[in-house]
């Protein structure tokens, strides 16, 4: 499963490093570092709804107060 994160401007200002911190850490304490690969991304075009993030192409918008929830349901959702 490939996930990207937008470290674009606005997303940067948006929390984009502390959303990466987090989702590696997740990642990491699920032991599921094989399944998934994670990777930053500059601009998606959606600056307007916070932080993108994309699972296999999807588009989701972030914040860093929703990025277990997002964890536990889009990304452990889907192994």
């Known amino acids: 499963m490939k996930v990207s994160i937008c470290i674009g401007s606005a997303c940067h200002l ?3 490093r502390e959303i990466i911190q987090k989702l ?6 699920n032991n599921i570092s094989d399944k998934v690969d994670l990777n ?3 601009c998606s075009g959606n600056c307007v709804n916070g932080v993108c993030v994309t ?3 999807e588009l989701f918008s972030l914040s860093p107060e929703t990025t277990e929830d997002f964890f536990n349901k889009e990304i452990m959702g889907r192994l």
């Not at 590696?24 to 304490?29: D, E, G, I, P």
Request: hydrophobic share 40%.
């Open 14 to 16: 948006r929390g984009s």
């Open 24 to 29: 590696q850490t997740l990642v990491k304490a």
């Open 40 to 42: 930053g991304a500059f």
């Open 55 to 57: 699972i296999d192409g």
